[in-house]
């Protein structure tokens, strides 16, 4: 070991050693699964030190480990004993951002919201929103191929990326996609790497697509007596207009967000449901769908003034944190298909009801993909023996309804266990060989993702 932090030192910019710094950096925001301790963090500040790092690791067989801002939550940048962590948050530079083509050349340390600012200065936007955007980077964000807000209508971080540059576990850096609108030459790279977990290449640039600014822009805010009555509503509404976002919060999260944040959500709907527009016809998109929602018995309030807007949506950005405020938390992602939604949330209130934990329920109700999040307390054993057997038993009935045990998070270490019973053994050992092409020493990330 002496040896390989010798040569770990002479090949990068800055090394950290002490144990009580490094401790900082060996988990993400997971609390359901644990974390090693590492030999060593690496602060990477350019392309140089990610290579020189993975061939330093790569000679000595030590696991490397990539880190963005650690706002992950599946423990997938969690340290491995032994490993290099490989912290890439201080190469957070916008290389380029060119308003003709609509695009931005960053590095894997830049903030989401940083990029959506600098982009707004030129009447673009970065669209990906994790709701998470204020802390989480472009590189983890890439690692996990996030979804967030404005899945529905824009899709996830993937549908935006256009080229990447990465080290892969050989140490060689290799650029995929294209900087043309088109490219179908030769196989999908860059779709392989997006939601790789650090698996397979380090990601050291991207190139993403950016969007103009809307023109028009409206917000809804409605109340429901249930869920499911909240999610029939919200196929009505999709079947007359495009909403950028939809986003549901059942009862639980609406009082924690409440008791947080002081915002007065209705204490007593069993549902409440926020969207956004930003079509030419926004406004009247909103107050059409505030209609429908009226007459399946709910009550809406809609608003084209972008204040209000951000008034109501901070609502939906308080959830996790509400449910944070309650105690300690596991937070699932799960997705079925949207016309299943109401008999996912009808197993997820069985399973709280059965294990006697609580759990609050919030997500992207438009595309299928919901966050129960579970509320415990860690101190107390049965606590959570009993938080992680609802944690899992909701990823059963998840599979059971045909859906997925990640919707945007990832698999990281927390759902491995789940991956083979999702896409079967067959696909599971085409990634191992995939994996083998890119990290012929297995060194990235061993042991996340599948």
């Known amino acids: 070991m002496p040896s390989m932090l010798t040569d770990l030192r002479s090949a990068a910019t800055t090394v950290i050693t002490d144990p009580s710094a490094t401790t900082s950096y060996s988990r993400d925001q997971c609390l359901g699964v644990e974390a090693g301790v590492p030999a060593a963090v690496?602060?990477?500040?350019?392309?140089?030190?990610?290579?020189?790092?993975?061939?330093?690791?790569?000679?000595?067989?030590?696991?490397?480990?990539?880190?963005?801002?650690?706002?992950?939550?599946?423990?997938?940048?969690?340290?491995?004993d032994g490993c290099i962590i490989l912290d890439l948050g201080r190469m957070n530079h916008i290389l380029d951002l060119d308003p003709i083509a609509r695009t931005a050349r960053v590095q894997p340390g830049v903030i989401n919201g940083d990029l959506d600012l600098?982009?707004?200065?030129?009447?673009?936007?970065?669209?990906?929103?994790?709701?998470?955007?204020?802390?989480?980077?472009?590189?983890?964000?890439l690692a996990t191929n996030a979804g967030g807000m404005c899945c529905a209508k824009y899709g996830v971080t993937g549908d935006h990326v256009m080229s990447i540059t990465a080290v892969t576990g050989a140490g060689?850096?290799?650029?995929?996609?294209?900087?043309?609108?088109?490219?179908?030459?030769?196989?999908?790279?860059?779709?392989?790497?997006?939601?790789?977990?650090?698996?397979?290449?380090?990601?050291?640039?991207?190139?993403?697509?950016?969007?103009?600014?809307?023109?028009?822009?409206?917000?809804?805010?409605?109340?429901?007596?249930?869920?499911?009555?909240?999610?029939?509503?919200?196929?009505?509404?999709?079947?007359?207009?495009?909403?950028?976002?939809v986003e549901l919060m059942d009862r639980t999260t609406v009082q924690a967000v409440n008791r947080l944040t002081r915002i007065g959500l209705d204490d007593d709907a069993g549902a409440v449901v926020l969207a956004?527009?930003?079509?030419?016809?926004?406004?009247?998109?909103?107050?059409?769908?505030?209609?429908?929602?009226?007459?399946?018995?709910?009550?809406?309030?809609?608003?084209?003034d972008p204040a209000d807007g951000e008034a109501m949506m901070a609502a939906r950005r308080a959830a996790y944190p509400a449910l944070e405020a309650m105690?300690?938390?596991?937070?699932?992602?799960?997705?079925?298909?949207?016309?299943?939604?109401?008999?996912?949330?009808?197993?997820?209130?069985?399973?709280?009801?059965?294990?006697?934990?609580?759990i609050g329920t919030f997500g992207h109700v438009a595309d299928g993909n919901l966050h129960p999040t579970i509320v415990y307390d860690p101190r107390e054993s049965r606590a959570r023996d009993a938080a992680?057997?609802?944690?899992?038993?909701?990823?059963?009935?998840?599979?059971?309804?045909?859906?997925?045990?990640s919707g945007e998070h990832g698999v990281g270490s927390l759902k491995t266990s789940f991956v083979t019973r999702q896409v079967g053994a067959a696909e599971v050992a085409l990634m191992h060989g995939i994996k083998r092409a890119f990290d012929p020493l297995g060194i990235l990330n061993p042991g996340r993702a599948f």
């Not at 030129?122 to 980077?137: E, F, K, N």
């Not at 079509?279 to 309030?301: P, R, V």
Request: charged residues 15%.
């Open 276 to 304: 956004q527009f930003d079509d030419a016809d926004a406004a009247h998109a909103a107050e059409l769908c505030a209609s429908i929602a009226t007459a399946n018995g709910g009550e809406a309030y809609a608003s084209d």
């Open 42 to 80: 690496v602060l990477a500040r350019s392309t140089d030190d990610v290579a020189a790092t993975i061939a330093t690791a790569g000679r000595h067989g030590v696991p490397v480990v990539a880190r963005g801002s650690g706002s992950g939550l599946s423990g997938a940048a969690n340290a491995v």
């Open 388 to 405: 992680m057997a609802a944690f899992h038993d909701i990823l059963d009935a998840t599979l059971a309804l045909g859906g997925s045990v």
């Open 327 to 358: 105690g300690a938390t596991l937070l699932d992602d799960v997705a079925v298909a949207p016309h299943r939604l109401p008999e996912l949330v009808g197993a997820i209130e069985s399973i709280a009801r059965r294990t006697g934990v609580v």
């Open 172 to 245: 060689e850096i290799i650029t995929t996609g294209a900087s043309t609108r088109k490219n179908v030459v030769g196989l999908d790279l860059t779709r392989l790497l997006v939601g790789s977990e650090g698996t397979l290449a380090v990601f050291v640039e991207a190139l993403v697509r950016l969007h103009p600014v809307p023109t028009a822009f409206a917000t809804l805010a409605a109340t429901f007596p249930d869920v499911g009555t909240a999610v029939d509503t919200v196929a009505s509404w999709t079947s007359v207009s495009t909403p950028m976002a």
């Open 118 to 141: 600098a982009a707004r200065r030129h009447g673009l936007r970065y669209v990906p929103d994790p709701g998470s955007r204020a802390i989480s980077s472009i590189g983890g964000n």
